[in-house]
């Protein structure tokens, strides 16, 4: 075979090659088979597998460009004959022509030797034709060879010339076998007929190819003068470098601002009728007023009265000087950000006049520093930090000024460096000194990602100095919790300088310790403490003005729980048990007159609390029912009738008993047990839906019933309470309905309470003028001893109305307009519950009151009602309001009027 056929073979080979890195498609069928059936791809048997060309053969195999012998072998050392070549062509052809092989992907050079392959290979078969065609014209057919030959014999018959009749027998054989080579040359021109007419469409394809790539080749070229320089894309690129290079420096250069901003304040509530000052957060809690009309110290608290304040603060100017990227010039500091703010303040002259001044109000700076994070902060008017839960914890701020400093060396252990210091006029924690220096310093460091370990050193110079270590250290499934500190009180004696021994101070110091040590498991969580927290070991030895502490003062105890999450199953428990000191006063009776309890003594005696608890049953998503059971006991101490002695009972069944931790930090069980009524003695059920939970079965539905029986006393308690959030038509609905019922043997202690309430809000009604927005809230108690719901003269009452309107686009864009009105009246409610709250309780589902508490003794009744607006433009807030409170057991009203501006302009 010619050498342009070898060419052919390996282009044939390059375009098989490129369709495998094209999409895939399924294999087209060879042109030897039918079309409605793939063939099966064979195995070549006699090519080697280490061999060069195994992974071609193999792809055009795959394909189905070439499919071996009948026999299984390649037989890759034979020539390639053109009727082979011819088969390969036209396969090749059907995949193109399905689109398995796009001619697109063959790159230029290889179409060109393709096509002058083909057209060689044309050539040939060309001239075969030629050759057909003179047998054609010179053929004799098989009828006259019959005739020719028959003649010959009826010669030789004759006895003709044998000579002649020889030469006439060898032109018949050499007609014979040109007739033969005439019946294969026609076969084989018919078989390749197809193979021909495919290679023709395959010619025009590959020269539709080259010219396309020529048009190309001749665009660029008319094109190429309007090409940029090599040396003037160095150039630009060049230059772009060095405008990039500018830009990092000037976004890395020093920058320096001023801020500032105006935030006058003018205004004040008093009252101007009447002598009984009274609470109006009642009335605008839960509105667009809360907190305008509030004690300034106390906020929006409905247990302080709010008619006696002043709002006004001059100018409330402030201003400051920002600053950041400032490094040195090694660059081992680099200040990331740093401030200082100035604002007015009065203060009073050495003539005892109060003046109005510009003083200092805070400053910070923070960056890098050898590789590691600092910051540091100074604040004028509060200094806020926390140390650890026992010591320095106050994170509400300390009064006066201060600074908190934190740095982070680089260390593999990942310290942070934390110091503090200031003068503070909070009298927790000075031990009732006007003001006191105070300081502190405190290391964390991180043994892995998710544990750390801290020490520290607190000391308030006025009172006392406190040390501390905690730790939260987590490894595998089990966490370790918990913290020791020790406050001793400054007195000579406690330390070595004052002529003290350690032994002195250790003695004297007041103790905390707790750890905690939890294990999850997945389908069980487990839980066990340990606690000994001193007797006085309050806010005064902790140093803190934050009670963060999870265990209360005075008791040493232990405890473990157990909750699963396992399917439907429910179920947890807990055991606790501490002791505690429990003191008696008792009378000697000795002393009379005026004071007859002078020579009272208190006795000390410790005393135990057990209590455990358990639950059982089933949930399905957040909604979960269970049964549960808790026995608690205690030790108790109470005088003997005449006072003069105590009485001892241990292990007395109890109904319910402080469980010695903080609510707000620890809960019962260590939140893992999850017993309703922990450390009481109870039994009973419970059925509760969490609407918040993401598996709730109805998003924000929340729903209790429950029934506890307690067998010591003989007192049951069955409470069911729902609440709501949704939107309905536009409008915001946040309904809540409470019932229980108290029953005792003691007919006097039996009660029952309903209450019921609903808020409703819409968002602004951008298609109506001025577009307003609405609320209306409403909630009603009505508490009665026995089981009975009628109103009547001894029925506890409270009632919370609140309605308003808000115009969102007032006479000009961004302008706004509000007024309200409230409602709020309370029958036979305690003592304080006429001009101020116990808790702001009003639409919670879960409490009896609204604001107060029924009352046993010494009831009261009165009536709190409100109009109150506002007006605000562009950061601009003028609100009054008018306020009535009356006695409704004496009649008699106070009313009290304010009014508050506030403007906010930040430059």
């Known amino acids: 075979m010619k050498k342009s056929l070898f060419v052919l073979t390996a282009a044939l080979a390059f375009g098989a090659a490129a369709a495998q890195t094209a999409t895939p498609a399924t294999p087209a069928t060879p042109a ?386 934390t110091l503090v210091g200031g003068n503070t006029t909070n009298t927790t924690i000075t031990g009732g000194a006007a003001n006191s220096n105070y300081y502190g310093a405190r290391v964390v460091v991180k043994p892995n990602t998710n544990s750390t370990v801290g020490v520290s050193y607190a000391q308030v110079e006025t009172s006392r100095v406190g040390f501390g270590v905690d730790y939260n250290v987590t490894l595998g499934i089990v966490n370790l919790k918990g913290e020791g500190a020790i406050s001793i009180p400054n007195s000579p004696n406690n330390f070595i300088l004052g002529g003290g021994t350690i032994q002195n101070a250790f003695n004297n110091g007041d103790k905390a310790f707790y750890t905690e040590a939890r294990a999850n498991l997945g389908v069980a969580q487990f839980g066990a403490n340990f606690r000994t927290i001193g007797v006085n070991y309050g806010g005064a030895a902790a140093l803190s003005v934050n009670n963060t502490r999870p265990y209360d003062p005075n008791q040493t105890g232990f405890g473990a729980a157990v909750g699963t999450t396992l399917g439907p199953i429910a179920f947890g428990a807990y055991g606790d048990t501490y002791t505690q000191q429990v003191t008696t006063t008792l009378n000697q009776g000795t002393t009379t007159g005026t004071n007859p309890t002078a020579d009272d003594v208190t006795v000390t005696n410790t005393g135990r609390t057990v209590a455990f608890g358990v639950k059982a049953g089933a949930k399905l998503g957040a909604l979960e029912l269970v049964g549960f059971f808790n026995r608690t006991t205690a030790d108790t101490f109470a005088a003997n009738t005449a006072g003069t002695a105590v009485v001892t009972t241990r292990n007395a069944l109890v109904d319910s008993a402080d469980d010695k931790r903080n609510n707000d930090y620890a809960d019962p069980g260590m939140g893992i047990a999850g017993v309703p009524y922990s450390y009481t003695s109870t039994v009973g059920a419970r059925l509760r839906h969490d609407g918040t939970a993401t598996n709730a079965l109805v998003p924000n539905l929340n729903f209790t019933v429950q029934d506890a029986f307690y067998y010591g006393s003989r007192n049951n308690d069955f409470q069911a309470y729902a609440n709501y959030s949704g939107t309905l038509a536009g409008v915001t609905i946040a309904p809540l309905v409470r019932y229980r019922l108290f029953t005792s043997p003691t007919a006097a202690s039996a009660y029952n309470t309903l209450k019921y309430g609903v808020k409703l809000s819409t968002a602004p009604l951008t298609a109506v ?132 501006v506030n403007y906010t302009f930040n430059f």
């Open 769 to 900: 003028p001025l577009q307003p927005s609405l609320y209306a809230n409403v909630v009603n108690r009505i508490t009665n001893t026995g089981r009975g719901l009628t109103v009547a003269g001894g029925t506890t009452t409270e009632l919370l109305g609140q309605v308003g309107v808000s115009l969102n686009q007032f006479l000009t864009p961004g302008a706004t307009a509000k007024v309200g009105y409230s409602y709020y009246q309370g029958f036979n409610i305690a003592s304080a519950g006429a001009t101020v709250g116990e808790d702001d309780v009003a639409f919670s589902a879960s409490d009896d009151r609204v604001y107060s508490s029924r009352a046993t003794t010494g009831a009261q009744s009165g009536l709190v009602n409100g109009l109150y607006a506002q007006v605000g433009f562009n950061g601009l807030a003028a609100n009054y309001g008018i306020f009535r409170y009356t006695n409704l057991n004496t009649g008699a009203s106070s009313v009290g009027q304010g009014f508050r």
């Open 32 to 417: 030897t088979t039918s079309a409605a059936a793939a063939p099966q791809v064979p195995t070549l048997t006699d090519v080697p597998a280490g061999h060069w060309a195994k992974d071609a053969i193999d792809r055009l195999v795959s394909r189905g460009i070439i499919l071996g012998y009948p026999d299984g072998t390649y037989r890759g050392t034979q020539n390639l004959t053109r009727y082979e070549a011819a088969v390969i062509i036209a396969r090749l052809l059907d995949q193109i022509r399905t689109g398995d092989v796009p001619a697109s992907s063959i790159p230029a050079e290889d179409l060109t030797a393709l096509q002058n392959a083909i057209q060689e290979l044309a050539a040939d078969l060309t001239a075969l034709g030629v050759r057909v065609s003179d047998l054609e014209e010179n053929a004799v057919s098989r009828d006259d060879f019959s005739r020719l030959e028959a003649r010959v014999e009826e010669l030789a018959a004759a006895n003709g010339d044998a000579a002649a009749i020889a030469g006439l027998q060898t032109q018949i054989a050499e007609l014979t076998a040109r007739a033969d080579d005439y019946d294969a040359l026609r076969a084989d021109v018919d078989d390749n007929a197809s193979q021909i007419a495919a290679l023709n469409d395959l010619t025009v394809l590959l020269n539709q190819d080259i010219l396309n790539l020529q048009d190309r080749v001749s665009a660029v070229e008319s094109a190429q003068a309007d090409f940029v320089q090599r040396s003037d894309f160095d150039n630009l690129a060049g230059r772009v470098g060095t405008v990039e290079t500018r830009v990092t420096a000037l976004e890395n250069a020093p920058k320096f601002s001023v801020t500032g901003g105006l935030a006058p304040r003018i205004g004040r509530i008093a009252l101007t009728s009447g002598t009984t000052n009274f609470d109006v957060d009642r009335l605008t809690n839960g509105t667009f007023a809360a907190g305008v009309f509030s004690d300034l110290s106390a906020g929006a608290d409905v247990t302080v009265v709010d008619t006696t304040q002043n709002f006004n603060r001059g100018l409330g100017l402030t201003f400051g000087v920002r600053a950041s990227n400032l490094t040195t010039t090694n660059g081992s500091f680099v200040v990331s950000n740093a401030a200082i703010n100035f604002s007015t303040a009065p203060v009073t002259d050495t003539g005892g006049t109060v003046r109005r001044a510009i003083t200092l109000s805070d400053a910070s700076i923070n960056g890098t520093f050898a590789g590691g994070p600092f910051s540091v902060k100074y604040t004028e008017a509060s200094n806020a930090f926390k140390f650890s839960d026992y010591l320095f914890s106050n994170s509400d701020g300390l009064a006066g000024p201060g600074f908190v400093a934190t740095f982070s060396p680089p260390h593999p252990l990942n310290p942070t460096v």
